[in-house]
């Protein structure tokens, strides 16, 4: 099943996947477990009640249960109140009104209710910077070299340098295909644009399509357009449009990526009737063998483990291709992260308990009780037994060069204006042959217009 927190996120067109939580305790003094200075004094917390709100989702609670054993047992008179539940927020929220909150927090930043958003755009969650320039409780290097490279940089929502997301569960997104398949043919993984589209015409020769995606939610196309671009223009060019500067949509080299899903349709290399499948419909066709290529996330094992598939098929993970060898590969990744609220009454505890998450042996413990891949180096082996080997190859490419990337809008008052429909569902209309390049990038921009105007009004 896909996780839920992965649900939300595409019904709405997200790319965040989540948020928050967690929050610990000590009593070691700080020379012994690298503690961000607590009680630097006496080397002890002064205050040992620590409350932990935790999402009940896709990963379950048995991790939380046992970390939070493990970590009373560490820290001696340290007291955990964890409280687990699927509405998580629901429970919080009176608790926030009444200047009560937990002392760390666990929630998708997509839940229904909204409020793990306004504590981000309140500016309502607590500087961790200092948890991850201070040493990690059981290496000799700082926490921020721990984690997941490049990860970091998307937990500064503020625009102040600052990290304010502690980040946890790490899933990833791009292109699938049947490595089966790819091995009995002999044909050679893509690693430019024209080695993708030269296999179109390969696909056709055996009954096959090149290429199929989820038709009625277009938005996963997001696998592919934002990580082409970032190769091909580089970070500075998704920085551009994230912030809807005016012509952004327009260069040149956003356009040499718009081109390939016209050259897909123009050539008739997309799967016969992609457009009007739901998600579960195209992913099933697939699997069939009806198309070479897919985009989905890496939970797509779980979520289509009883569907109907080619025989021998087995689930192969690449980053979208470059138009030239060399050039920087990316894959969209997404993370839940652990937050503290500002009016937590025990940040510095708090603070070591979210230190605790990352030492190697409750890595391991995470992977072995949620499934889940920890955002850390290595995070991927720590797993390897306890997850599908297809989620194990996801994540295994970041050590091979290949760089996340986390589209984040810039976030503006409300509005009528849907940025992602306005960028994605073009795709269907350019597939079926009555839109061009240039009339998508139009659309666009004119969105982009009323976003600045929106922004400027507000002072923004």
């Not at 413990?365 to 920890?374: A, H, Y």
């Not at 569902?425 to 240039?438: A, E, G, L």
Request: charge should be neutral.
């Amino acid at each position: 099943m896909k996780h839920p927190l992965v649900k939300w996120s595409s019904r709405l067109g997200l790319t965040v996947l989540a948020v928050g939580l967690a929050a610990g305790c000590g009593s070691k003094a700080p020379e012994q477990n690298g503690s961000t200075g607590a009680a630097a004094g006496d080397g002890k917390f002064t205050n040992k009640q620590l409350k932990v709100a935790v999402f009940e989702g896709g990963y379950g609670k048995a991790y939380w249960e046992e970390v939070v054993k493990k970590f009373e047992a560490d820290y001696p008179g340290v007291k955990v109140e964890m409280t687990s539940n699927p509405k998580i927020m629901d429970v919080v929220k009176p608790q926030l009104v009444a200047g009560n909150p937990p002392d760390v927090i666990y929630a998708p930043e997509s839940e229904p209710s909204g409020t793990v958003r306004s504590l981000i755009s309140d500016k309502a969650i607590m500087d961790l910077t200092d948890v991850f320039e201070s040493k990690a409780l059981d290496k000799d290097v700082p926490l921020k070299d721990v984690i997941t490279d490049g990860l970091l940089e998307y937990t500064k929502p503020y625009g102040d340098g600052k990290i304010y997301y502690a980040p946890l569960y790490v899933t990833t997104q791009g292109m699938w295909y049947n490595k089966t398949l790819f091995e009995q043919k002999g044909w050679k993984v893509p690693e430019t644009w024209d080695e993708f589209l030269a296999l179109g015409e390969t696909a056709k020769k055996e009954g096959r399509s090149l290429y199929a995606y989820q038709g009625t939610s277009p938005g996963y196309n997001e696998s592919i357009l934002w990580p082409a671009i970032a190769s091909v223009s580089g970070m500075e060019q998704i920085d551009k449009i994230t912030n809807y500067e005016e012509g952004s949509f327009k260069n040149e080299n956003v356009r040499k990526v718009l081109n390939i899903f016209e050259q897909i349709s123009q050539k008739g290399y997309l799967m016969p009737g992609t457009v009007a499948l739901n998600h579960t419909q195209a992913q099933t066709e697939f699997l069939k063998g009806k198309a070479l290529f897919i985009t989905n996330g890496n939970w797509f094992e779980g979520e289509m483990k009883d569907a109907p598939r080619e025989e021998g098929f087995q689930y192969g993970f690449m980053a979208p291709p470059v138009f030239a060898k060399g050039e920087q590969k990316y894959t969209m990744t997404g993370f839940e992260s652990m937050y503290i609220p500002k009016k937590s009454k025990n940040p510095d505890l708090a603070k070591e308990f979210i230190k605790y998450m990352y030492k190697e042996d409750n890595v391991k413990l995470n992977s072995e009780k949620s499934t889940g891949i920890v955002a850390v180096k290595n995070g991927a082996e720590y797993a390897k037994e306890f997850v599908p080997k297809s989620v194990y190859d996801s994540v295994k490419i970041f050590d091979q060069g290949v760089k996340p990337l986390n589209f984040q809008w810039k976030v503006t008052p409300k509005t009528e204006v849907k940025i992602q429909e306005e960028v994605f569902q073009p795709i269907s209309s350019v597939m079926n042959k009555n839109m061009t390049v240039d009339q998508w990038v139009e659309r666009v921009e004119k969105a982009f217009g009323k976003l600045r105007d929106v922004l400027a009004k507000s002072g923004q």
